[in-house]
C-alpha cells in the first residue's frame, strides 16, 4: 500500500475515533474534525485513483490438453498453440511453467495427491502439485475433442484438490482444426475450473483453423493485419488473468484465505458442512 495512502487511512480512523470520544455537547468542536475526515477521505479517493499501476511478474502454470503424437495436421497443432501462450505470457514478464501430459507422465486417475500421506506421496505426483501451488494464476490449453475439453487436461486437475488451486484466476485457450475453435470445449472447461476455485475470467482465445494460424515454433504465421488482431485478442485474455493474478496474490499476503474455508482434510463428506 502506498504510504500517502497509509497514512491517510490512519488519520481517518484516528479521527472517527475522536469524534466518538466528543461529548454531544461539543456540536463546534465536531465540526472541524467532521471537516478533516471529509478531506481525508478525498485524499485516500485521490491517492487511489492516482497510484501507479505496478505489479511484479506473476508465476503462470500453463496445462496443455493433447496426447497427440502424430498428425494429421503435421506438425500437430497443441505445441504450436502451447508455444505461443508460454512466449506470448513470457513476453508479458511473467515467468512460466509449462505442464504437458505428454511429458508428466501421470497415467488415468487412479489415486489422487490428497489420498496419499504426505510421506507416501509419489516424486512426480508431488512436483506437480508444487508446481501449482506455487503458481499465481493458469492457463488451460485444450483441444475440442466431440464437443468436450481434452481428456488428458482433466486428468491432470483431477489429480488434485480444489486447495491446490483455490483464490486464484485461470483462463482458457481453445483451439481446434475447423471453424468453432473449441468454443464447446471451453464452455464445458469453465465450471470444472470454477468448482477448483481459480475462476476463469471472463475473456477467452478461441482458435479457429489453428493449423493456419500458428507454425510449428509457435509464431502467428498470419498476415500483419490479421498478427495484430491475434496479438489484440491474446492481451485482452491476459490483462484481465494478471489484473486478478496480482490483486489475489496481493490479497493472500494480507488473509489466508484458507482461515474461513478450510481446506477438505478427512472425508469428501466435509464438503457437505
Known amino acids: 500500500m502506498p504510504t500517502s495512502l497509509l497514512c491517510v487511512s490512519y488519520e481517518v ?19 472541524p474534525l467532521a471537516r478533516l475526515v471529509v478531506i481525508s477521505l478525498s485524499l485516500r479517493a485521490f491517492s487511489c485513483s492516482h497510484a501507479p499501476a505496478t505489479s511484479a511478474a506473476l508465476n503462470v502454470a500453463v496445462i496443455t490438453g493433447t496426447t497427440r503424437t502424430a498428425g494429421p495436421p ?12 508460454v512466449s506470448k505470457l513470457e513476453q508479458r514478464g511473467n515467468d512460466v511453467t509449462l505442464i504437458d501430459p505428454r511429458e508428466i507422465g501421470l497415467s488415468l ?27 499465481d494464476a493458469y492457463v488451460a490449453v485444450t483441444p475440442e475433442y466431440n464437443h468436450a475439453p481434452s481428456p488428458a487436461l482433466i486428468n491432470v486437475l483431477n489429480h488434485f484438490g480444489s486447495s491446490t488451486f483455490s483464490f486464484k484466476p ?26 477448483l476455485g481459480c475462476l476463469p475470467v471472463s475473456a477467452m482465445v478461441h482458435i479457429p483453423f489453428a ?10 504465421i498470419c498476415d500483419g493485419e490479421d498478427v495484430e488482431r491475434w496479438d489484440s485478442y491474446f492481451n485482452r485474455c491476459f490483462s484481465q488473468l494478471e489484473w486478478w493474478g496480482t490483486a489475489a496474490r496481493n490479497q493472500r499476503a494480507l488473509v489466508d484465505p484458507f482461515s474461513d474455508s478450510p481446506v477438505f482434510a478427512r472425508d469428501p463428506s466435509e464438503r457437505n458442512a
Not at 15 to 31: E, F, I, N
Not at 110 to 134: G, T, Y
Request: hydrophobic share 40%; net charge positive; charged share 20%.
Open 170 to 195: 485461470s483462463a482458457i485457450i481453445s483451439y481446434s482444426a475447423g471453424q468453432w475453435g473449441g468454443t464447446r470445449a471451453a464452455s464445458a472447461l469453465r465450471p470444472i475450473l470454477s468448482e
Open 109 to 135: 486417475l487412479q489415486k489422487p495427491h490428497f489420498a496419499f500421506a504426505r510421506s507416501q506421496v509419489p516424486a512426480d505426483l508431488e512436483n506437480i502439485h508444487n508446481a501449482f501451488l506455487e503458481a
Open 13 to 31: 480512523v484516528d479521527c472517527l475515533q475522536m469524534l466518538r470520544r466528543t461529548s454531544q455537547h461539543a456540536v463546534l468542536r465536531t465540526k
Open 74 to 85: 503435421r506438425p500437430i497443432i497443441g505445441p504450436r498453440v502451447a508455444q505461443h501462450v
Open 211 to 220: 493449423a493456419e494460424v500458428f507454425g510449428e515454433d509457435g509464431s502467428c
